[in-house]
T-cell receptor, first 110, second 113 residues
Framework: GIQVEQSPPDLILQEGANSTLRCNFSDSVNNLQWFHQNPWGQLINLFY???GTKQNGRLSATTVATERYSLLYISSSQTTDSGVYFC????????????FGSGTRLLVRP | GAVVSQHPSWVICKSGTSVKIECRSLDFQATTMFWYRQFPKQSLMLMAT?????????EQGVEKDKFLINHASLTLSTLTVTSAHPEDSSFYIC?????????FGPGTRLTVL
C-alpha cells in the first residue's frame, strides 16, 4: 500500500518563529489533507490540498503531486500551534481509506 | 466545516464488560464513516469502514467479533468493544466523509481496568 512519511518527527520552536513540515508519499494520490491534533486529541482540518497552494492566515500548504510531496508552512508560530500535525492521503487504488503519516510533534515555547 | 461528535468522550470499565461508542455527523449525512484507533504518541490506525445499511469492512488484523460496528442511519455509527481487556485501552476516533474532505470526532478515551 501507499506509504506516507513525515519530517521532522519532532520540532521545538520559540514563539514567533517560522517552520516547514514535510510529507512524502510513495504513489499518486486522489486526496491529501493536513490535520492538527490538539493536546486533547481533537483532529482539526487544516487543508484539503491534493495539488497546488493554499493559504489560511498564518498557515499555508503546497502539494507538488508530480513529485509526491506536500509542505505545510507555519509562520509567526504561537503556543496554541503546539500539537501533532498529520498528513493523510487517499491512494488512487483505495476509494475511501485515508492513510496517515506518523506525524510531526510540534512544541512552541513562549 | 462539518461537525462530528462522539460519545462518551472517556470511559473506564472493568475487564470483561462491553463498551459502546457513538459517532454522529451533526450537520450532514454520512453514508460512510470510519473508525480509527490511536495509541499514545502514535499515528491513527484505520480499524474499519462503516457503511450505512450494510456490513462494516474491517482492516486486516482487526477482530470483527470483538469490535462490532453498526451504521443504522445516515448520521450515526456505533462501535462496541465486546469483552474488553486492558490491551483494548486506547483512544478511538471516528471520521465521516463530507465532500472530498474527512472530518473527525473528538475521540473517546477507553481505559479497561
Amino acid at each position: 500500500g501507499i506509504q506516507v512519511e513525515q519530517s521532522p518527527p519532532d520540532l521545538i520552536l520559540q514563539e514567533g518563529a517560522n517552520s516547514t513540515l514535510r510529507c512524502n508519499f510513495s504513489d499518486s494520490v486522489n486526496n491529501l489533507q493536513w490535520f492538527h491534533q490538539n493536546p486533547w486529541g481533537q483532529l482539526i482540518n487544516l487543508f484539503y490540498i491534493p495539488s497546488g497552494t493554499k493559504q489560511n492566515g498564518r498557515l499555508s500548504a503546497t502539494t507538488v503531486a508530480t513529485e509526491r510531496y506536500s509542505l505545510l508552512y507555519i509562520s509567526s508560530s504561537q503556543t496554541t500551534d503546539s500539537g501533532v500535525y498529520f498528513c493523510a492521503v487517499l491512494g488512487l487504488d483505495s476509494s475511501y481509506k485515508l492513510i496517515f503519516g506518523s506525524g510531526t510533534r510540534l512544541l512552541v515555547r513562549p | 466545516g462539518a461537525v462530528v461528535s462522539q460519545h462518551p468522550s472517556w470511559v473506564i470499565c472493568k475487564s470483561g464488560t462491553s463498551v459502546k461508542i457513538e459517532c454522529r455527523s451533526l450537520d450532514f449525512q454520512a453514508t460512510t464513516m470510519f473508525w480509527y484507533r490511536q495509541f499514545p504518541k502514535q499515528s491513527l490506525m484505520l480499524m474499519a469502514t462503516s457503511n450505512e445499511g450494510s456490513k462494516a469492512t474491517y482492516e486486516q488484523g482487526v477482530e470483527k467479533d470483538k469490535f462490532l460496528i453498526n451504521h443504522a442511519s445516515l448520521t450515526l455509527s456505533t462501535l462496541t468493544v465486546t469483552s474488553a481487556h486492558p490491551e483494548d485501552s486506547s483512544f478511538y476516533i471516528c471520521s465521516a466523509k463530507s465532500g472530498p474532505s474527512r472530518f473527525f470526532g473528538p475521540g473517546t478515551r477507553l481505559t479497561v481496568l
